[in-house]
Each structure stands twice: as C-alpha cells, then as structure tokens.
C-alpha cells in the first residue's frame, strides 16, 4: 500500500505532467496559425487584412475560435511555463548545481536548434520559393536566394537572422531567460510576498514592451511570472485546495479556466468593437502572461482538467510539442509551394500531416538524445569545476561547494520575504 507521502508525490507529478499536455496544445495552437496562414486572408495580426464580418475566417479569428489558433499568445504560454519549469528546480534544491546547469541548458537549447536549422535548409532547397502573390505570409517568410551563410546566422540564437525557420526568434528569449536565471529567480523570491505587485509590474513592463516594440520587454515578464508561480508553489497549492473543498469547484474552475482561456485572446475578441482605439491593442495584449498564469494554476489545481491534459494523446503531442514548433514553419512554406495554385485546404493539410510525422522523427532522433547529452555536459562541467578547485576527484560527483554561497543567498532571501511559518499540528 502507498504511503501518503507517496500518494501525494504521485498527485504532484500527475498535476505537473498536465503542464506538458498543456505545452502540447499550445504548439498546435501555433501550428494552427501559420497553417492558416498559407491564405493571404487570414490576419496575423488583429488590424491585418479585411476580413468580412461572418465570413469563415472572421468566424476564427474574432471569437473564442481563436483560441485553435492563437499563435503569438501560444508563445507566451510557452514562456510562461519555461519561467515555472526552469526556475523551480532552483527554489526546491537548496543546494542548486549552477556549473551543472548552464551546459547542461544551452546544449539542452541548442542543438535541437541546429539540427532544425539543417532541417529547414533541406526544405529551402527542396523547391524553389518563388511567391505568386504580391504579399502576405508565405511571400515574407520564403527564401528565393538561399546561401550556406543562412544557416550559419540562424544557428546565432543571439544575434542572428533566422529568416529560414523563423520560429528561432522565441528561442533566442528562451536563452537570454536561462542565462539570467539567477536573477529572476531573486527578483522572484524578493516579490514572492507582494506577487500582486509584481503581476502589475509584469503587466506594465509587457505594455512598455509591446508599446515600443522592445522584445525584451515584451517577453522577460512573462518568464517572470513563471518564475513567480514556481516561489510561490505551495501557496498555489493551498489556493487550490481550498477551491477543492467547495461545493461548487468545478464551476468556480470552469469559470476561472474560460475567464483566462477569453483574456489570453481578448486583443483579438476586443478588435471588432476596438478597430478605431489604437492604444488599446498594446494594454489588451499586455494581460498575456497573467492569462497564461491562469490557464497553468487551472492545470494545477483542477483535477479533471489536469487529469484531461495528463491522459495519453495530450502527453504525446506534449513530448513532440518542442520538436513540432522547430520544424513545422519551413514544412508549410514547403508545401504552400508544393501546391501552388491549388485550394488552400490542400496545402494546410499536406503541411500539418508532414509536420506531425517530422516532428515524430526529429523527437526520437535529436531531441530525446539532447537529453541524455545535456545531462553528460552538466556532469562533465561540474566535475571539471570540482576537480579545478582542488577538490579531488572523489568529490567530483558532489554538488560544488562554490554553487552553495549563491543558492544560500537565495534560500535566505526566500526565508526573508516568506510569510511567516504557521504553527505545526504537533504544537
């Protein structure tokens, strides 16, 4: 029989295993998008194109429909769970092994990232991209002249150009996040405490972002708030228990879910009654992440939800979900080109199958073996650092004791900023 320590480790690892199942739909949720994007109809954008009131296509864009294909608010779940996912680690392991991470991480990021770019590259070259029509996504994103130099620019997460597997430019925000980590992850514990402060001044920052069109303060928040749901964990679960109690649960989680599920997408249900105020568009689009933040508390602490997006279909689209947003850009270009000129149903769904079926490979033959890759880099690098510092290689496979001062800092800064501790049930 389990223990009730082990019956709650299973609970847990059941609730953040709906995080992948969640992951997974918002990759098909961006898959979605640029498919439809193969019709110069469709808008990328809320003020893109003219779109006829009623028409299919103003059907999937201007009402809850376009939760199916919310691309750009997708990407800001992705950030949102990656600012959870990676920072938690951290909060839960007083003796965090940083010389491990930081190899381990960027060899975790960057090679599926080549081996994408290579991907891509065989694409380009499969047919040549020569756009029919005079604008719209597919012109924007082809590559008429293609040169090796392109490949070597995509693989500069930082400062490059990924013009052949556009997708890269979330990947290099990805980066940036797990280089600062220790940064967001004492900002924080420092706001964990005053979490609606620093929700609003996510919120605000984003606006800024968007406003000004600045990446870095567009996105970073919504790593931030990932990283404040991971200090703020327990509370969370708490929160979610005491909803769990209530007679009513599921309808309070149902409304909670749909309420953050609308305002993830309210820049694009707002256009039509909005066309005309141009400054709300950067305010509505700057709630992303706190939607974000909703629809993964929902994945917590509702059970059935989390028992949905923890079944089978869900996790496996949640295991490729990675490997689907690497590959699928250059495979719809391949295809809008494939079947120029016929009904764009052809190619959409051409592009989404192919998609499914590369993505499938690529997981199997790059991504699950940067795993194991990652995992050797860390070791490797924090038995390096250990023997360096004299240590000996008896202690190699030991923590470093130079990671301990950092993480020190860090569980201190969190014992300062905690609410303070509530009497045991044995006192």
């Given amino acids: ?251 309070v989680w149902f409304g909670m879910t749909l309420a953050a599920a609308m305002l993830l997408i309210v820049t694009w249900l707002a256009w039509p009654l909005s066309a005309g105020l141009g400054e709300l568009t950067p305010a509505l689009k700057a709630l992303a992440p706190v939607a974000a933040a909703g629809l993964v508390l929902s994945c917590i602490g509702w059970r059935p939800f989390g028992a949905l997006l923890s079944r089978r279909p869900f996790q496996f689209v949640g295991k490729i979900s990675f490997s689907v947003y690497l590959v699928h850009v250059p495979i719809l270009i391949f295809s809008g080109y494939l079947f120029q000129g016929e009904p764009v149903v052809i190619p959409m769904a051409f592009g989404i199958g192919l998609t499914l079926v590369v993505a499938v490979c690529f997981s199997w033959l790059v991504e699950q073996r940067s795993h194991g890759w990652a995992r050797s880099a860390g070791t490797w690098a924090s038995a390096r650092y250990a023997a360096m510092l004299g240590e000996g290689t008896e202690r190699s496979a030991d923590v470093p004791t130079r990671n301990r001062d950092l993480n020190r800092d860090l569980v201190r800064g969190q014992r300062e900023v905690a609410t303070p501790a509530q009497p045991s049930r044995a006192s």
Avoid: C
């Fill in 1 to 251: 029989m389990l223990s009730r320590d082990s019956r709650s480790d299973r609970r847990e690892s059941g609730r953040l295993a709906a995080l992948d199942g969640l992951r997974g739909l918002a990759a098909l949720a961006v898959l979605l998008h640029h498919s439809l994007l193969l019709d110069p109809a469709f808008p990328a954008s809320p003020q893109d194109g003219s779109v006829e009131p009623g028409s299919a296509i103003w059907w999937l864009s201007y009402t809850p429909l376009k939760l199916l294909s919310a691309g750009w608010e997708s990407v800001v779940v992705f950030f949102v769970l990656s600012g959870l996912v990676v920072t938690l680690p951290v909060m839960q392991k007083p003796h965090f092994d940083w010389i491990a991470f930081y190899p381990r991480r960027i060899v975790r990021l960057l090679v599926p990232v080549i081996a994408s770019v290579l991907v891509a590259a065989a694409f380009v070259v499969a047919i040549p991209q020569v756009p029919a029509q005079s604008g719209g996504w597919l012109k924007n994103s082809s590559t008429p002249t293609f040169s090796w130099e392109m490949v070597v620019q995509a693989w500069d997460l930082v400062g490059g150009d990924g013009q052949i597997n556009n997708p890269l430019w979330s990947l290099r925000w990805e980066l940036l996040f797990s280089l600062a980590l220790p940064v967001f992850v004492l900002v924080a514990l420092v706001l964990r405490r005053w979490w609606i402060a620093g929700l609003v001044g996510a919120v605000l920052v984003t606006w800024l972002g968007v406003r000004t069109g600045s990446g870095a303060l567009s996105y970073f928040p919504a790593f931030f708030v990932g990283a404040l749901m991971a200090a703020r964990l327990d509370d969370i679960r708490q929160f979610s228990s005491r909803i769990n109690r209530l007679s009513l649960r599921h309808l």
